[in-house]
């Protein structure tokens, strides 16, 4: 089955410890994105990547990274978590080329910083 | 710059009645147009899109919008309403070129009064 997979699906942590959220496709994409979303403002780009080591800077960077060794896989680290990054965060993955460019979106995480 | 203006963050209409939710974008070159539709506590997943050729495209669930170029709009309708289209739903662009940046409008839920 094609998917977007994030674990782990909700976290709660304390401002300063740094933590990672996977990311992983199976449909052979090249082109991976994450997205946060809040209340009243939509989905903001944090990060996308075109291909393996490829990556750059959406609408809302500040306080997060990314990396992109594999192509099937694409975590997002925020390596001083703040409280202003509590949030919903979904990854996403599409086709560069053809028709099929559409996003698939992974199931969502729900990250409280306290 | 590439953005997305969708009129209306709250939409109410009765079971039955028309449902038309406005989405304005703007784009320096030919865009490419997606509506997505996110139901609670779900990730969002593709209603339709517009790439090139026909200007009306259909989707699931019996949603549809028209690409109209001189008015910069993709509005989503649907003749009639259920219950089960009470969702939030996402209009979004991404630069035909080899810019591949998405931007998403803020989103619009949907409340379907029985």
């Known amino acids: 089955e094609a998917q977007v997979t994030q674990n782990p699906r909700y976290l709660i942590t304390v401002t300063g410890k740094k933590l990672t959220v996977t990311c992983s496709q199976n449909?052979?994409?090249?082109?991976m994105s994450w997205y946060r979303q809040d209340p009243g403002l939509g989905l903001r780009q944090i990060y996308y990547?075109?291909?393996?080591?490829?990556?750059d800077k959406g609408d809302v960077p500040e306080g997060y990274k990314v990396s992109r060794k594999e192509k099937r896989n694409f975590p997002l680290i925020l390596e001083s978590p703040s409280p202003n990054q509590t949030s919903l965060y979904f990854c996403?993955?599409?086709?560069?080329?053809?028709?099929?460019?559409?996003?698939?979106f992974g199931p969502g995480t729900r990250l409280t910083v306290t | 710059a590439q953005s997305v203006t969708q009129l209306g963050s709250h939409v109410s209409v009765s079971e039955g009645a028309l449902v038309l939710l406005r989405c304005n974008y703007s784009?320096?070159?030919?865009?490419?147009l997606f509506w997505y539709v996110q139901y609670p506590n779900q990730g969002l997943q593709l209603l339709l899109k517009?790439?090139?050729?026909?200007?009306l495209v259909k989707g699931i669930n019996g949603f549809e919008a028209e690409f109209k170029k001189s008015e910069t709009s993709f509005h989503l309708t649907k003749p009639s309403a259920h219950m089960s289209d009470a969702a939030e739903y996402f209009c979004?662009?991404?630069?035909?070129?080899?810019?591949?940046?998405?931007?998403f409008g803020i989103g619009t839920k949907l409340q379907v009064i029985p």
């Open positions: 979004a662009v991404r630069n035909s070129g080899g810019y591949q940046k998405v931007t």
């Open positions: 990547s075109m291909n393996v080591e490829v990556t």
């Open positions: 784009s320096s070159v030919p865009p490419y």
């Open positions: 449909m052979n994409h090249e082109y």
């Open positions: 996403a993955s599409s086709s560069n080329s053809g028709q099929g460019l559409e996003q698939y």
């Open positions: 517009y790439t090139t050729g026909a200007t």
